[in-house]
């Protein structure tokens, strides 16, 4: 009896860690998301000082020259969404609040 009650608490950590369903959590802010599943990485950049790899290029998408220019607070997330891939969200911070960019699914063994 001991011993399972000294387990609980891993089993629920475990449980926060599980593999991220993309469809689930697609319309749930960063604040939901990050309460049910722990991020592997999680970085914070400013556009305008970023390097912008082949990883990051689609942000380009969401940004007109003006804008890439600035210093616009960017937050990148990455879960694991099964044992071989991943998932990155893109966040910028508006008013206090992370707002969507754009995700990418990706191989573990991708290189860029």
């Known amino acids: 009896m001991d011993s ?6 891993k089993e629920i950590n475990t449980k926060q860690m599980k593999y991220i369903n993309p469809e689930e959590v697609k319309n749930w802010s960063f604040e939901q998301i ?39 607070t960017i937050k990148e997330v990455t879960w694991e969404k099964d044992q071989n891939t991943n998932y990155t969200v893109w966040y910028k911070k508006e008013a206090d ?13 991708w290189d860029f």
């Open 4 to 9: 399972e009650a000294r387990t609980y608490p």
């Open 34 to 72: 990050k309460e049910k599943y722990k991020p592997i990485q999680e970085e914070d950049f400013l556009l305008n000082e970023a390097i912008i790899s082949e990883f990051r290029i689609g942000l380009y998408n969401f940004f007109n020259e003006k804008e890439r220019k600035e210093p616009i």
């Open 97 to 109: 609040q992370w707002v969507f960019i754009d995700s990418y699914i990706w191989g573990k063994n």
